[in-house]
């Protein structure tokens, strides 16, 4: 099972970007996907989940300005990141898990499969 981040770079605050994450090897269209993020020095944070395969949940901080997605017939998880500030730089990942349950959702350790993550770099 493999997960390919890709989509971040460097954005003006106030811009978009859109990331995407393709999982090879299985298909996860009733597992749960979701995205997390890394800023430095900071701890791994929940940024937005699938549970699986239906409905949405996101950080409450972020509700408004991103939106997870998938293509269920590419088998790709999207995230979609508008009006973005300086404190939306972090390498951004995205997880996989068949199993999790819906309290889990947030907690890093409970995914088994990662991405490679991807840099988006916001300036001011």
């Known amino acids: 099972v493999q997960l390919q981040a890709s989509g971040g770079g460097l954005v003006q605050a106030g811009g978009s970007l859109r990331l995407s994450c393709a999982a090879s090897?299985?298909?996860?269209?009733?597992?749960?996907m979701a995205w997390f993020r890394q800023a430095p020095g900071k701890e791994r944070e929940f940024v937005a989940a699938?549970?699986?395969?239906?409905?949405?949940y996101y950080a409450d901080s972020l509700k408004g300005r991103f939106t997870i997605s998938r293509d269920t017939a590419k088998n790709t998880l999207y995230l979609q990141m508008n009006s973005l500030k300086p404190e939306d730089t972090a390498i951004y990942y995205c997880?996989?898990?068949?199993?999790?349950?819906?309290?889990?959702?947030?907690?890093?350790?409970?995914?088994?499969?990662w991405g490679q993550g991807t840099l988006v770099t916001v300036s001011s």
């Open positions: 090897g299985r298909t996860f269209s009733r597992s749960t």
């Open positions: 699938i549970f699986r395969g239906s409905n949405t």
């Open positions: 997880a996989g898990d068949s199993t999790i349950i819906l309290s889990s959702l947030r907690g890093a350790a409970n995914y088994d499969y």
